[in-house]
């Protein structure tokens, strides 16, 4: 069935370092592949998003790369503030026009040290 | 604008009995998705309903059912619960194919379910 790994689990990087998080995907039908952060106590919020037919896509801080013959596909985020941290959920969905299932990874947790 | 809105926000069931959670989407999104996050997991997908009928369902045992009414709102309804079942439950509303074109899911906050 699909599946979505993540790693790491954790990561603490020091105020203005990078962090970077990386994820594989098993369904090579899959087309979108979107990054979400949650912060406590509420839903996950969609950061970033790529489609197959793109290998990177960049905004301000984020960034992601996607090697769909691996099927790896990785967040970046430069200069990290406080205001980072949060848990961070990578994705993988082969969307239709009236369906979308989205397969989230297990999360990686970012702290960022001030 | 409003977002997607789910009630309630916290709730605490016994074993075996039946509870129902709703969501109300981002005004013109006709889709609407249901997630089960438990603590220090993912989501994972539930349903997703368009147009009032169920296009896909998650590997959740029948006890789980949802529905989606004229106006785009949806009810997920769980039976006879678990202790299993207590988790994060999340709503996300979404224009179908929105993600061929960027937009993704737009989620609720979750309703927190406490089975005991």
């Known amino acids: 069935g699909e599946n979505v790994e993540q790693h790491p689990s954790t990561l603490s990087v020091q105020e203005g370092d990078s962090a970077v998080i990386k994820c594989t995907y098993s369904?090579?039908?899959?087309?979108?592949f979107p990054w979400y952060k949650q912060e406590l106590g509420k839903g996950p919020q969609l950061i970033i998003d790529?489609?197959?037919?793109?290998g990177e896509k960049k905004d301000q801080r984020i960034a992601v790369t996607l090697n769909k013959t691996a099927k790896h596909f990785s967040l970046h985020i430069t200069e990290t503030q406080p205001e980072d941290s949060a848990v961070y959920f990578c994705?993988?969905?082969?969307?239709?026009?009236?369906?979308?299932?989205?397969?989230f990874g297990p999360g990686t947790s970012l702290s960022v040290i001030p | 604008d409003a977002g997607v809105t789910q009630s309630p926000t916290h709730l605490i069931k016994t074993r075996g009995q039946h509870v129902t959670l709703r969501c109300s989407p981002i005004?013109?999104?006709?889709?609407v998705s249901w997630y089960q996050q438990v603590l220090g997991q993912g989501p994972q997908f539930i349903f997703q309903?368009?147009?009032?009928?169920?296009?896909g369902r998650g590997n959740f045992p029948d006890r789980f059912s949802a529905r989606q009414f004229p106006n785009y709102s949806s009810e997920l309804n769980v039976n006879a619960l678990l202790l299993g079942d207590s988790a994060l439950y999340l709503c996300?509303?979404?224009?179908?194919?929105?993600?061929?074109?960027?937009?993704?899911?737009?989620f609720g906050s979750g309703t927190r379910l406490t089975v005991v």
């Open positions: 309903y368009y147009e009032k009928e169920e296009r």
């Open positions: 369904d090579s039908a899959s087309n979108y």
């Open positions: 005004s013109g999104h006709k889709s």
């Open positions: 790529i489609r197959s037919n793109v």
């Open positions: 994705a993988a969905s082969m969307t239709g026009t009236s369906y979308d299932k989205v397969i």
């Open positions: 996300a509303s979404s224009l179908p194919g929105t993600p061929l074109h960027g937009g993704g899911y737009t």
